[in-house]
């Protein structure tokens, strides 16, 4: 199992950046892939980018391809995501997820979430 506690939300004006980031309790952190998942009030919890184990894969929901960067460190048990070019839009509640296969981009894929950091975004 893998608790994960996610840092890094805020409060941002439209354009500005943010860096978010989610540390893992396992020990075998390094076997999971991992995923960025957000979810605005009222809508459902969608995919915004996911990593492989070996960080190798990465792959971006069109909605943030070019502006967000996943990446990770599994020496500090840690993946992030810098999020650049911010919109309105981008406001929601991210999530960090983890799985113990391949890289997926299905929220139902995933077995371990962490409870989220608030992101807004202001115009």
């Known amino acids: 199992q893998v608790q994960l506690v996610e840092f890094g939300g805020g409060l941002v004006q439209a354009g500005g950046s943010l860096r978010l980031s989610c540390v893992g309790s396992a020990r075998t952190f390094s076997n999971y892939a991992m995923g960025w998942f957000r979810q605005a009030p009222g809508k459902e919890r969608d995919f915004v980018a996911a990593?492989?184990?070996?960080?190798?894969?990465?792959y971006y929901a069109d909605s943030v391809k070019g502006r967000f960067t996943i990446s990770r460190d599994n020496a500090a048990n840690t993946v992030s995501l810098q999020m650049d070019s911010l919109k309105p839009e981008d406001t929601a509640r991210y999530y960090c997820?983890?799985?113990?296969?391949?890289?997926?981009?299905?929220?139902?894929?995933?077995?371990?979430w962490g409870q989220g950091t608030q992101v807004t975004v202001s115009s």
């Open positions: 990593i492989s184990w070996s960080g190798d894969e990465t």
């Open positions: 997820a983890a799985r113990v296969e391949r890289v997926a981009k299905n929220r139902y894929d995933y077995d371990y």
